[in-house]
């Protein structure tokens, strides 16, 4: 384990304000590590530590990712930021116009609707609909609670309507867009993706899966 420095919150103030039973991150500035921590355990049964390779979920930091995808298909002609969602898809009923600038910023006027069972177990996924899921969800959330552009409100929503778009636009999938344009530039190794490549690895979760966040 590695404590965090030049005041940074240390491994154990972090578990502690968390109450997590393990947590990771790494704080880095151009190719040079500023600061590193790995504190706690993978897996409060066995006690095994978390360590520089143990993976976690990566959840909404995959907005990042989207994020990055949407800005390489701008700088590629493939789209304007300034270009109007609604057009492209007549299958939603939206009540105002918004660009993808605002929907990339959280400022379309989409809620964030909780709960909502965003989260599905591994051993779920050869039956999980993906693209169900998503039409099913922007079509029961389609209904913007403010005008566009006015302010901001942190959304899932918005989202999932970028990962439709880059599929639309680029003409592949959306993990595969992923994979190739982001995660393979991050991480060489196959570490980060769509999979859990090494269970023994892989931090073991204990978010409640009938919780207020996730019904």
């Known amino acids: 384990m590695t404590e965090a420095k030049n005041g940074l919150i240390s491994a154990k103030e972090l578990l502690h304000i968390s109450n997590a039973p393990g947590a990771q991150y790494i704080i880095i500035h151009a190719d040079e590590a500023l600061a590193s921590c790995h504190a706690g355990y993978a897996d409060v049964v ?9 993976t976690f979920n ?8 989207t994020a990055a995808c949407i800005m390489q298909l701008a700088e590629r002609k493939k789209l304007l930021l300034t270009d109007f969602v609604n057009p492209m898809f007549n299958e939603f009923q ?6 993808i600038a605002q929907l990339v910023s959280h400022q379309a006027g989409f809620p964030n609707p909780i709960p909502i ?11 999980f609909d993906e693209h169900h899921f998503i039409s099913e969800t922007i079509e029961k959330n389609a209904g913007q609670s403010y005008m566009p552009g006015s302010k901001f409100r942190y959304s899932s929503i918005g989202y999932l309507l970028l990962s439709l778009i880059i599929e639309r ?11 190739k344009n982001i995660l393979a530039n991050i991480h060489g190794d196959g570490s980060l993706g769509f999979t859990i490549n090494n269970e ?16």
């Not at 066995?46 to 143990?54: I, R």
């Not at 636009?169 to 994979?179: A, C, L, M, N, P």
């Open 200 to 215: 023994s690895l892989q931090a073991t979760g204990y978010h409640p899966r009938f919780s207020f966040s996730n019904a």
């Open 58 to 65: 990566l959840f909404s930091i995959t907005k990042t990712a």
């Open 169 to 179: 636009v680029s003409g592949e999938s959306y993990t595969s867009f992923v994979s």
């Open 117 to 127: 069972s965003w989260i599905h177990l591994s051993d779920e996924e050869k039956i």
């Open 94 to 99: 939206f009540k105002y116009p918004f660009t």
């Open 46 to 54: 066995t006690k095994s530590p978390v360590s520089a390779n143990t």
